[in-house]
Each structure stands twice: as structure tokens, then as C-alpha cells.
T-cell receptor, first 111, second 115 residues
Framework: QKEVEQNSGPLSVPEGAIASLNCTYS??????FFWYRQYSGKSPELIMF????GDKEDGRFTAQLNKASQYVSLLIRDSQPSDSATYLC???????????FGKGTRLSVIA | DGGITQSPKYLFRKEGQNVTLSCEQN?????MYWYRQDPGQGLRLIYY???????QKGDIAEGYSVSREKKESFPLTVTSAQKNPTAFYLC??????????????FGAGSRLTVL
């Protein structure tokens, strides 16, 4: 079973700070990496995806991928209380099988 | 607007009963998926289908069944063989290739409770 690991949290940050969410994966052949946000009782919604090593920025969000270290992270700049949610990391493993999800990190942004 | 519709939103089942969760999409996506989520847990794959009349088991298929008779529809039946079915069930769809491939669009979910 190919694993995707996340710290369950909660991760608490003050409003305006940078929140850093981390994810590691076990399949070295993994191809694509996704970050989803899930509010309590709701379905996940896509934040962004990344395929190549390095950084990818979209507004206040930056995804960072390091395939050599099998590590992907999500940075949220200028964190807002509305960012308080569970953040799910998901990976496409080798063979283009369906997304494998981590258990998620709960983020709490304190006003 | 295009999207995925799941019904019912809430469902209660007595032990020993089969129940069917509906999932319909008008996104013209080829691939559809069913995930299960338990409290404090990530999503676990039950079944997926990449084309009409074909589907594959995911990691936790035991006690569940699906059909894919139409591109738009992928219903999930929770059978009495599923010993602990209380969970949040999420249906999703995607295009399998090209730009945006494998980006999942989710329905609003169905919450099943066994009485």
C-alpha cells in the first residue's frame, strides 16, 4: 500500500502569518500532487496541483515539490480565519491509479 | 452549471438493509469515483470507473457494489455485508487524460448512519 503521510495537527497560526503544511509520500514513482481544502462537513475542494520539482504559486498559496526527498508542502501566506479547515494532500502513484489521500492536517488561524 | 449531484444528503439505515447512494454528473467526465471518509480520516477509495460498463475495486470494496450503465451515473450500493457503513461518502469525477487530468471534482457528499 503506497502511503501519503501528513501531520494531523491541529496547526495553529496567528492571523497574517504563514502557515506551512507538509506531506510525504512513499511511492518514488509518484507523478502528480494535489492539495485540497475541506471545511467541516463539506466536500474537498481543489486548491492547486503540482507536477514538477520546485515551487508553484497561486495567489496566497504556494506548493513546493521535492521528488528526491519525496516531500510536498503547501504554504499559505497572510493566513486568514477563513483558511481554518483540514488540508488534504493527494498523490497519483506510478501507473496512473486514482488519487491516494493523506489523512489531512487541521489548520486553525487565530484572529 | 456543471457539477456532481449526490443524493440523498443524509441517509439512515437499519442493520441488514441495503441502501443505494446516487451520483450524477453533467461534466462529461469519463472517470468517476467513490470515496469513504471516517471522522478524522482521509479519503479511502471504494470503487472507480474510467469508462462506461467497466469499473475497478479500490482499497475498501468489500461490502459495496457499483454499476456504470451510463456515463453520467455511478450509483453505489452499501450492502448488508458492509459491517461498519456509518461514514461520509463522496463521489467524484475527472477526465483521465489531457489538461486537468486526474483533478477530482467532488459532489457534496452523502452521510450514512446505521441505526
Amino acid at each position: 500500500q503506497k502511503e501519503v503521510e501528513q501531520n494531523s495537527g491541529p496547526l495553529s497560526v496567528p492571523e497574517g502569518a504563514i502557515a506551512s503544511l507538509n506531506c510525504t509520500y512513499s511511492d518514488r514513482g509518484s507523478q502528480s500532487f494535489f492539495w485540497y481544502r475541506q471545511y467541516s462537513g463539506k466536500s474537498p475542494e481543489l486548491i492547486m496541483f503540482i507536477y514538477s520539482n520546485g515551487d508553484k504559486e497561486d495567489g496566497r498559496f504556494t506548493a513546493q515539490l521535492n521528488k528526491a526527498s519525496q516531500y510536498v508542502s503547501l504554504l499559505i501566506r497572510d493566513s486568514q480565519p477563513s483558511d481554518s479547515a483540514t488540508y488534504l494532500c493527494a498523490v497519483i502513484n506510478a501507473g496512473n491509479t486514482p488519487l491516494v489521500f493523506g489523512k489531512g492536517t487541521r489548520l486553525s488561524v487565530i484572529a | 452549471d456543471g457539477g456532481i449531484t449526490q443524493s440523498p444528503k443524509y441517509l439512515f439505515r437499519k442493520e441488514g438493509q441495503n441502501v443505494t447512494l446516487s451520483c450524477e454528473q453533467n461534466l462529461n467526465h469519463d472517470a468517476m469515483y467513490w470515496y469513504r471518509q471516517d471522522p478524522g480520516q482521509g479519503l479511502r477509495l471504494i470503487y472507480y470507473s474510467q469508462i462506461v460498463n467497466d469499473f475497478q475495486k479500490g482499497d475498501i470494496a468489500e461490502g459495496y457494489s457499483v454499476s456504470r450503465e451510463k456515463k453520467e451515473s455511478f450509483p453505489l450500493t452499501v450492502t448488508s455485508a458492509q459491517k461498519n457503513p456509518t461514514a461520509f461518502y463522496l463521489c467524484a469525477s475527472s477526465i483521465p487524460r489531457g489538461a486537468g487530468a486526474n483533478v477530482l471534482t467532488f459532489g457534496a457528499g452523502s452521510r450514512l448512519t446505521v441505526l
